[in-house]
């Protein structure tokens, strides 16, 4: 028997019947169910606006074409940005014609202030902010800073779908947060992500772009049930990003779901750490303080991380790293060596199994395992 890092957890009956209801209707496309999904979202998060897409990936691209045209930002106008982060946040800076310029982090592997106020230049226009894990780390900081020199906040919120910050789910006062939906996150579908713009002008927006540039979606033109159905305008040249009703009706089942899964999420983790606290050969990825985490990752550090993994994985122990530092990739190797603390944790950090199938029993085992062979 082998333990994963990731298991999702579907409640398998109750998403099947949702989609039945999709097939019966014969609409599994834009609208009925995502417009249920968007309204259900803005109620759990209590965020103003919600827009259904395809991806965490979309949504981000989505969020700076929108900010970029809107402010007139020129090409090469620079946003910042982690080095330790999955590829699709900083790909998408460089689809839209802007410049990923590095921050480094801090201890809870986010962005670190005084980091990002160093790299800040006339051409900055806007700070993405990856809460890794479901971690806010610093953030209440970073948006000080970008409220005081007039920049843009993205939150890519890809691992913190339930996570609270001082009691509030975070969000609110980013120009943009964009959440992930996909197979393996704490709220899974097969793929599917949520755009949430703190500006109604920048929603409207969004719900043309992400259907080609068209004014009116197909759904809302067949539930008008008027005449010239086929009468609408294409204002601007868009892309095909938006959801449909399939993946939003297992994502309507599994938001019923979510602060439960959260909080066994949470007393794995606190498994985890009882038993590694306090060993100097492993060190633990603290929670921000006011942080009540969704986490989506269990995060240690280990100064032989390849050889341990090598370890757990002949005891059959799978676990993952989130992630190897961006700037060790090619396209992004002109900041190599720019970042020294996200650079060491790319060599450090494991991610050790956390999913809902795991037991007690399971932690400890792991556990022990880890403080046999750490160094």
């Avoid at 999904?37 to 803005?42: H, L, M, R």
């Avoid at 014609?97 to 982090?105: E, W």
């Avoid at 068209?214 to 086929?230: L, Q």
Wanted: net charge negative; charged share 20%; proline share 3%.
């Amino acid at each position: 028997m082998s333990i994963q890092l990731f298991v999702p957890s579907f409640r398998i009956d109750e998403c099947l019947n949702s989609i039945r209801e999709c097939l019966e209707k014969g609409w599994t496309g834009l609208g009925f169910k995502t417009v249920e999904f968007e309204s259900a979202w803005k109620r759990y998060t209590d965020l103003p606006h919600a827009h259904f897409l395809t991806s965490n990936t979309a949504g981000l691209h989505l969020a700076l074409h929108i900010l970029k045209t809107r402010h007139g930002w020129d090409n090469d106008d620079e946003v910042i940005t982690t080095p330790l982060t999955f590829v699709s946040t900083n790909h998408v800076i460089l689809h839209c014609q802007l410049r990923p310029v590095f921050a480094d982090v801090d201890d809870y592997l986010c962005l670190d202030p005084a980091s990002v106020a160093a790299r800040i230049t006339p051409r900055t226009r806007a700070v993405m902010f990856v809460g890794m894990g479901g971690n806010t780390g610093e953030y209440e900081k970073i948006v000080a800073l970008c409220q005081q020199r007039g920049l843009k906040i993205i939150l890519d919120a890809a691992h913190m779908a339930g996570t609270r910050m001082n009691g509030q789910h975070v969000g609110a006062d980013a120009d943009a947060t964009v959440f992930s939906f996909q197979a393996v996150k704490n709220l899974p579908t097969a793929d599917a992500g949520m755009i949430c713009f703190k500006n109604q002008e920048d929603d409207d927006r969004v719900r043309k772009l992400s259907w080609l540039g068209i004014n009116r979606d197909t759904y809302t033109r067949t539930v008008t049930h008027g005449a010239y159905k086929w009468m609408y305008d294409v204002e601007e040249v868009g892309f095909k990003y938006h959801g449909n009703s399939i993946m939003a009706s297992m994502g309507l089942v599994q938001l019923k779901w979510l602060d439960q899964d959260n909080s066994y999420r949470r007393q794995i983790a606190s498994w985890y750490r009882a038993r590694l606290a306090g060993h100097d050969s492993i060190r633990l990825v603290e929670i921000a303080p006011g942080c009540e985490s969704a986490t989506h990752l269990f995060q240690i550090r280990v100064e032989d991380r390849d050889a341990m993994m090598l370890a757990l994985n002949e005891h059959h122990i799978y676990p993952g790293v989130h992630y190897r530092d961006n700037t060790e990739y090619r396209m992004y190797s002109y900041a190599l060596g720019t970042c020294p603390s996200a650079a060491r944790a790319s060599g450090e950090i494991i991610s050790l199994p956390l999913h809902m199938n795991l037991t007690r029993t399971d932690i400890d085992m792991i556990s022990d395992l880890l403080l046999r062979y750490a160094k």
